[in-house]
């Protein structure tokens, strides 16, 4: 009896396995993340004026602390409590 390898080296299972994971690596390369901006966040950015409105009354507001004027109004943060909680 005579064994001969023919046949045998053409056929490598490895080299295809190896192929295809080469493939599946290039197309999982090409799907990249993204973020777009609505044209309503980039508004609320560009305008700057409420930020240079609150930091006018949190200066005005440490002012009135420092020199011992700042009053708390009771009833007022009361309201506010109960229509914060009733929500």
Known sequence: M???????????PYNKQQ???KAAESKSVAATDKIE???AAKEMSASSTYSTERA???QQLKEQIH?????VDSRKVAED??????K
């Open 19 to 21: 192929k295809n994971l």
């Open 56 to 58: 006018q009354k949190i």
């Open 37 to 39: 901006i609505s044209s």
């Open 2 to 12: 005579k064994i001969t390898s023919f046949g045998v080296n053409s056929v490598n």
């Open 67 to 71: 020199s011992g004027n700042y009053q």
């Open 81 to 86: 409590m109960l229509n914060y909680y009733r």
